[in-house]
């Protein structure tokens, strides 16, 4: 989560610590003067951080928090490019009386930023912790083929069912591992099923699959981008990245080259509905 220096209540003004990176959004659709793809390797490191930082709202005592707005404009990227979770302006406790599983508490309006709002809440006014899981599907999506959010999840997933999925992949990355950026598409289309109890569980199933997929990412790293490349840590303008140390709490390092077991998620929906602490 980034972190919180000051609040203004006269002028609505939060002060957060400096990210140099600027947001997620800023960084996929390249805003701002010679910024650089992301490559796909700190995409992967990227996705399992986002959903580390929301498993932690998830998992507050004695009540759970609901972000509400997850998206790219509210992930922020420090100098190294690592990614926090900020704006959570719009959150919301919800009681602790009800199960974890199906945690929801009925909102007379919904909130949120239109595309990301998860269907169910935007129709019935029931938020849950799932609701953010649909959000961060549509998120993963974007990380993967850096295009807006309306309709995503009905090309992506047409593309897998045609064959046709390399198509989708951000064209400014060039050495996409296409059978691990699939799984990852399936994870994602799995976040972002219409039905909330179609969705899997963020943490027994979505940060276990994309921590193999960073480790995968961190193993795939070239010496070229080990070493010897700038950090953008001057705003977007630099010419590369340095990788960031692994997180202690993230999965193991064992060999995640063999993903033979990781299915990843059929997305059951025929069509799609449709960042600062």
Request: glycine share 10%; net charge neutral; aromatic share 8%.
């Amino acid at each position: 989560m980034v972190l919180l220096l000051g609040a203004c209540p006269e002028y609505g003004c939060l002060v957060y610590e400096y990210m140099a990176n600027g947001s997620l959004d800023d960084c996929l659709f390249r805003r701002g003067s010679s910024r650089p793809p992301l490559p796909w390797q700190l995409r992967f490191q990227i996705a399992a951080e986002i959903a580390t930082g929301l498993l932690f709202l998830h998992q507050t005592k004695p009540e759970p928090l609901v972000h509400r707005d997850l998206k790219p404009g509210n992930i922020l990227l420090d100098r190294n490019y690592v990614s926090k979770i900020s704006d959570v302006g719009l959150a919301r406790l919800v009681p602790p009386s009800v199960a974890d599983s199906v945690t929801q508490y009925r909102m007379t309006s919904t909130a949120g930023t239109f595309c990301y709002i998860d269907p169910e809440y935007q129709q019935t006014g029931m938020l849950g912790i799932k609701s953010d899981i649909y959000s961060l599907g549509i998120m993963l999506l974007q990380l993967v083929t850096a295009r807006p959010p309306m309709g995503l999840t009905h090309h992506v997933s047409r593309s897998i069912e045609k064959g046709t999925f390399p198509e989708m992949l951000d064209p400014a990355v060039e050495d996409w591992p296409v059978e691990h950026a699939m799984h990852f598409a399936k994870l994602s289309l799995g976040c972002a099923e219409m039905r909330r109890k179609d969705r899997p569980d963020l943490g027994k199933v979505v940060l276990p699959e994309l921590n193999k997929l960073r480790a995968f990412a961190e193993e795939s790293m070239s010496p070229m981008m080990m070493f010897g490349l700038r950090t953008g840590g001057n705003g977007g303008g630099g010419g590369g990245y340095i990788p960031r140390n692994s997180n202690p709490s993230s999965s193991t390092h064992s060999d995640t080259s063999d993903l033979s077991g990781f299915s990843g998620y059929e997305s059951r929906s025929s069509s799609s509905s449709q960042g600062r602490l």
